[in-house]
């Protein structure tokens, strides 16, 4: 499954683009502000209903316009083809697929699954642990059908057990909401064991860009002390009674899957404590790779890459290294760059389009 076209109308920079896709590799190349941020974005919006780089629509429409659609076609390994579209205001979000009105933005990321590489991912490896659990979370939302159902339980469950402990009035409920937050511990813990086994094996067909690191090893921490075992019911319930007055202090929920982390070591030491700034990128990179191959190996869907200007952010040999590995991916690639990849990384199939002042155009295809 690949997406076959994309329009774009008042996003950023664009205000109005319609592509035909290669489905193997698109590179876009131009200036530094001619669009091709915006474009990686607009692919983001269709596949997930929410930008990369902001949580405020309003800053993604363009300057003149109400309103941004971002559509597509998608085309299935049978040829099969169907659309897909989200069209956003500051106040209302419409979503089709296939001809049908979508009630839920996560129907479009089973639909299109997009792994987005962007500068700030870079951050992944040594960043804040919520991009860490995102990662983990995704695999989740795509390998196992009640994920997203779970996720969004617990999402509540974790709004009203803060209330309890922040407000007076509310704390009758806590032993309520804090029983409902155990509940839901053994099957988070599940199913990012689940995510982490996928990752590692994913990997391992990263050793071109991985190897000269050294040895890479992940483990999960689960958002409580390494002692307490989080899906037994009853251990966690006198473990939350003992922590219970440290708790209501914060007013806040300490411990559980909501804190929990992907452990990133590179031969056993903590990798944002001793790696330098090149391998905490291509730690990013790798684990963002695998991700995406991991999500698209035992389903039909071949997942999309769209890389950001990543090109920038790394010396010449790991560029090359980083050209080899997507050269062999079977997944769909969108490249943004400066300028495009060298010749010989690109195989057929290519399509190199020119961005300038938010104009999109074909500039070379190879068959």
């Not at 994913?202 to 689960?222: D, F, I, R």
């Amino acid at each position: 499954m690949w997406l076959e076209s994309l329009s774009v109308e008042n996003c950023r920079a664009l205000q109005q683009v319609s592509l035909d896709l290669s489905p193997q590799f698109n590179v876009f190349s131009g200036d530094n502000g001619s669009g091709k941020s915006s474009l990686i974005e607009a692919l983001c919006i269709l596949s997930r209903g929410r930008s990369f780089r902001t949580p405020r629509i309003a800053e993604v429409i363009r300057q003149d316009a109400t309103a941004l659609t971002i559509a597509g076609r998608v085309k299935t390994d049978d040829l099969q083809t169907y659309p897909l579209g989200i069209h956003k205001t500051t106040r209302q979000t419409r979503i089709r697929i296939n001809h049908q009105d979508i009630y839920q933005q996560a129907e479009l990321s089973r639909h299109l699954p997009v792994t987005v590489i962007h500068p700030d991912t870079i951050d992944l490896a040594g960043g804040s642990p919520v991009q860490r659990r995102a990662l983990l979370d995704w695999l989740a939302f795509y390998a196992e059908p009640e994920f997203h159902r779970d996720w969004r339980a617990y999402q509540r469950i974790l709004k009203q057990r803060n209330s309890c402990l922040r407000e007076l009035s509310q704390r009758y409920a806590l032993p309520y909401w804090t029983n409902e937050l155990i509940q839901l511990q053994p099957k988070f813990n599940r199913y990012r064991q689940q995510a982490l086994l996928a990752l590692q094996e994913s990997l391992k067909n990263l050793a071109v860009l991985l190897e000269p690191l050294g040895c890479v090893q992940l483990y999960l921490s689960t958002g409580f002390p390494s002692q307490v075992d989080n899906v037994d019911a009853d251990t966690l319930e006198q473990f939350f009674k003992e922590k219970q007055d440290m708790e209501l202090r914060h007013g806040v929920s300490l411990y559980g899957a909501h804190r929990g982390d992907l452990m990133i070591h590179l031969d056993e030491q903590a990798a944002a404590r001793t790696a330098s700034r090149g391998q905490l990128k291509i730690l990013g990179i790798a684990l963002l790779l695998a991700q995406s191959n991991a999500i698209t190996q035992d389903i039909t869907k071949r997942g999309i890459i769209a890389i950001d200007d990543l090109a920038s952010e790394l010396d010449s040999l790991n560029q090359q290294r980083l050209y080899q590995v997507l050269s062999q991916s079977s997944q769909q690639l969108m490249i943004t760059g400066t300028r495009p990849p060298p010749d010989h990384f690109l195989p057929n199939q290519t399509r190199l389009f020119h961005v300038e002042h938010g104009h999109i155009s074909l500039a070379t295809a190879l068959y």
